[in-house]
């Protein structure tokens, strides 16, 4: 009796994990498709930069060590220092100047012409995302009602026809 008890508050338990995670990534799919639509606008604007430094950071994991690029440029009337996105300093040095690019109304966000030119992450690129994300919810949500029912004693297995 202790034990079946003690088994099924685990399935319970398990149950409600199953459900946070499901909400959460149905969450996420809504998320997910309310964006599908908006993209970035392009980078429209150019100026030259002077690199300032090359920090190197020392991550762990496959990300390992990193270099990140700050340049210093004048935009839109005003002195701007930044991290420049696509810049992972191959061949710059400290006081050499980069040609940059930035979106008007950001500035303060600049980019390589390579970085800028890549653009963003196709639509089909998104739906194979949103499709993916949607499959671990309804895996996660249908975990969960098995949990749950083998919690709540109306199935004795979670394995199909031995309920």
Do not use: N, W
């Amino acid at each position: 009796m202790f034990l079946t008890v003690m088994r099924r508050s685990a399935y319970g338990v398990a149950g409600a994990v199953f459900l946070v995670v499901g909400v959460a990534t149905a969450v996420a799919v809504a998320l997910l498709v309310a964006a599908l639509g908006d993209e970035p606008a392009p980078f429209d604007r150019r100026t030259e930069a002077v690199v300032t430094q090359i920090a190197r950071t020392h991550g762990g994991g496959p990300a390992r060590a990193q270099r990140h690029v700050r340049v210093v440029y004048d935009a839109d009337g005003r002195r701007v220092t930044a991290r420049l996105r696509g810049g992972h300093g191959q061949g710059l040095r400290a006081g050499d100047r980069v040609e940059v690019f930035y979106r008007s109304g950001e500035p303060d966000r600049v980019a390589t012409r390579a970085y800028a030119e890549k653009g963003p992450v196709g639509a089909g690129t998104t739906i194979v995302v949103i499709v993916s994300v949607a499959a671990m919810s309804t895996v996660s949500l249908l975990a969960c009602r098995g949990l749950l029912a083998v919690a709540a004693g109306r199935r004795r297995s979670l394995l199909p026809g031995h309920g």
